[in-house]
């Protein structure tokens, strides 16, 4: 039996969901396609807007049903916290990333199956030698208020990146290398590189805000327009109320195809029982579903009457940060660090608490990529082994009160982590009391989703427990590299001469092969270095109310590909909100 790997809108058996990372032969195949389709635009080839699938399914449901029979409804889904903001270019988190693609686009985007794809773009031409790409935009996109969509939205959008006053920092280095733009006409959007890049194209799938919107603002991050954006996707933003709703409205005028569904209603919602009892009494129709509630909740007769759950891996990591940038004795030591991942009981708490939906990581590199390195094992459970490389360390009980120390200091230290899920709470306790037994005292702080991201982004933590969602493109700049302490992800401070150079070398190459090297040599030395206890990639578990119709999952998601949302309908007879 295998995970339901690329997503259905069929409901997976508890059984198939048990099993893990079987079927990654497909998935390997896909992410190959998107190498090959990456490199083939990157040498020379043209991609047209004929010949995209973009209307094709719709064309088909509406020539049998007719568009009328499909139109309306409300969706009611739940979102654990706030967006961060609705700037999206300063916010980073998950919530404003799933807004931010229903109300606006980007030059280009990802299909189900990741290809990359066009959207405000209608092709693009790459230069022979690889460091200039030139993108055509289409003519027809409007933003909401009317306006058209321009290449100096683009420009201005990047420029708005590239400004460390706009706190972009989990996107600048992907335009590092970025040495000119230009804006020849309203049309043609012109980027060229100092090196070649061979994530150029991937990055483009940035959300480009208007320039006549914020141009006049006098503070980019505090302007009015950051909790009731324009943007020129297929839904408006209607109202956000903080802690309570978001609530978006079809966009009649969407320059493209436009979407079945009148309302998306985004209900606030941080407790997960509180999600799910929603769920139960139809105050909502989707949510995501904690391990247990899967696989102990979803065979009661009030859930399987009117709702159906959906399964899939996404491109997601649980993992531990260690701050090494020498505001505390105990991370700058990889034997320390190491250590700690030989602490936790990782595959005892994925079998435990998540039921096996999922699998221990080895390091941020999903187990299901082309540039994965499946020959690496992960750190094993070993206490034994902790405590030797800690006391190698020079972390010992001196004075027998049952905590390590070190030249007159303790081994005592605080991890943060971010409200939500109750399964992150018993994983940090978990951790605390297997440190305990190691003689490592372990504080707890939760913290609430904004909080946490800020006290990251400052490096104001010793540890930091949380989720990453990784880009399509395996290139991990942003998180190893040295010069991404200050402007981007290496919140810790890794810092490790080799590792520099690899991840340089990676975003060089253009040859596959070459490349899928280049990144196992860089796995080796993350493995040895542990700058993160990778903890697990966990599936992804998801109700639905069934009225609605063509729900598909994918690595991304089920909200951030297209066209995603834009294809959900419910039949008239079915529709609930007029």
């Known amino acids: 039996m295998t995970f339901n790997l690329h997503g259905s809108s069929s409901m997976p058996d508890k059984s198939r969901s048990r099993a893990r990372y079987s079927g990654h032969f497909l998935l390997r195949c896909l992410s190959l396609l998107l190498l090959v389709l990456m490199i083939a635009s990157l040498s020379g080839w043209s991609w047209s807007e004929k010949g995209t699938h973009v209307g094709e399914k719709f064309s088909v449901a509406e020539k049998s049903l007719g568009r009328a029979g499909m139109e309306g409804d409300t969706l009611v889904a739940a979102l654990a916290a706030d967006p961060q903001s609705l700037n999206f270019v300063s916010a980073g988190d998950v919530q404003s990333d799933i807004i931010a693609r229903l109300v606006t686009e980007s030059l280009v985007y990802h299909d189900r199956n990741l290809n990359i794809i066009p959207r405000l773009a209608r092709s693009w031409d790459i230069s ?88 006049g603002e006098p503070d980019f991050l505090k302007s009015k327009y950051n909790e009731s954006p324009i943007g020129c996707g297929p839904f408006k933003l209607a109202k956000w109320e903080r802690s309570q709703k978001i609530v978006l409205e079809s966009n009649k005028d969407y320059w493209d195809v436009k979407p079945f569904l009148d309302r998306i209603i985004f209900k606030i919602i941080p407790s997960e029982k509180v999600r799910f009892e929603a769920l139960l009494t139809g105050d909502i129709d989707y949510t995501n579903l904690p391990p247990l509630t899967f696989q102990k909740d979803t065979d009661r007769s009030e859930f399987k009457t009117r709702l159906r759950t959906l399964v899939y891996n996404p491109i997601y990591l649980w993992y531990i940060s260690w701050n090494m940038d020498g505001s505390n004795r105990f991370f700058t030591d990889r034997r320390v660090r190491r250590a700690m991942t030989h602490a936790m009981d990782r595959e005892g708490f994925l079998k435990n608490i998540y039921f096996g939906l999922g699998c221990v990581a080895t390091t941020d590199f999903q187990p299901d990529t082309w540039a994965n390195d499946e020959t690496l094992k992960a750190h094993a459970y070993n206490p034994a082994k902790a405590k030797k490389l800690l006391e190698e360390a020079g972390w010992r009980d001196t004075n027998g009160n049952g905590i390590r120390d070190k030249d007159g200091q303790e081994f005592e230290f605080t ?65 190893y590299h040295s010069s991404q302490y200050l402007n981007g992800q290496n919140y810790g401070g890794y810092a490790n001469p080799e590792a520099d150079k690899l991840l340089l070398e990676g975003r060089r190459e253009f040859d596959l092969e070459k490349r899928k090297e280049i990144y196992r040599r860089l796995q080796k030395i993350l493995h040895e270095d542990q700058p993160y206890t990778y903890l697990f990639h966990p599936a992804a578990c998801l109700a639905m109310d069934k009225r609605f119709r063509d729900i598909e999952t994918s690595p991304k998601g089920i909200w951030q590909f297209y066209p995603g949302v834009i294809a959900w309908w419910v039949p008239a007879g079915e529709q609930k909100y007029k």
């Open 415 to 479: 991890m943060i982590f971010p409200a939500g899920p109750e399964t992150s709470e018993q994983m940090a306790a978990l951790f605390k009391e297997s440190l305990d037994r190691l003689g490592v005292k372990m504080n707890l702080t939760k913290l609430e989703w904004s909080t946490f991201q800020e006290r990251k982004r400052n490096h104001l933590f010793e540890a930091a427990m949380s989720g990453l969602r990784k880009d399509i493109d395996p290139d991990p700049y942003e998180l």
């Open 128 to 215: 022979e030698d690889r460091l200039t790409i030139t993108f055509h935009l289409k003519d027809n996109a409007r933003w909401h208020d009317g306006v058209p969509v321009t290449s100096e939205d683009v420009r201005f959008t990047f420029e708005r990146i590239m400004d460390p006053a706009s706190m972009a920092k989990d996107k600048i280095g992907m335009f590092k290398d970025v040495a000119e733009i230009s804006a020849p006409d309203p049309h043609t959007f012109k980027v060229k590189y100092r090196e070649p890049f061979s994530p150029a194209l991937s990055t483009w799938s940035i959300s480009i805000i208007p320039k006549h919107i914020y141009a």
